[in-house]
Nanobody, 127 residues
Framework: QVQLVESGGGSVQAGGSLRLSCTFS????????MAWFRQTPGKEREGVAR?????????GYEPPVEGRFTISRDNTKSMLYLQMTRLRSEDTAVYFC???????????????????WGQGTQVTVFS
């Protein structure tokens, strides 16, 4: 059974940086498209960044984070990363990593296409 565990969250001043990590286990990591979502209380979970399977390298970002966040993966270590820079107060949320099996419409950022989810890590950006 695939399991995902996020780490690296915390509190940071606006303008600062954080790097989130997601440890993948229980499957063939390279065969999954991966994504980061975030959620704040009272709001729906929203996509942040996504990356294709294998060594394809294709990525996608939602407009609020494009140019500030970078998603990457290390298939040799079964690790997913999210480098976040120039953080803003509106980036405050619980961040989740998610895995979509090969063949899914991973570009849609539809949570329903992602079968596996981590428990989330809190990111708080203060002024």
């Amino acid at each position: 059974q695939v399991q995902l565990v996020e780490s690296g969250g915390g509190s940071v001043q606006a303008g600062g940086s954080l790097r989130l990590s997601c440890t993948f286990s229980g499957g063939a990591f390279a065969k999954y498209a991966m994504a980061w979502f975030r959620q704040t209380p009272g709001k729906e979970r929203e996509g942040v960044a996504r990356i294709s399977w294998f060594e394809d390298g294709a990525t996608g970002y939602e407009p609020p984070v494009e140019g500030r966040f970078t998603i990457s993966r290390d298939n040799t270590k079964s690790m997913l990363y999210l480098q976040m820079t120039r953080l803003r107060s509106e980036d405050t949320a619980v961040y989740f990593c998610a895995a979509a099996p090969y063949g899914r419409r991973w570009r849609d950022f539809d949570p329903g296409e992602y079968d596996y989810w981590g428990q989330g890590t809190q990111v708080t950006v203060f002024s």
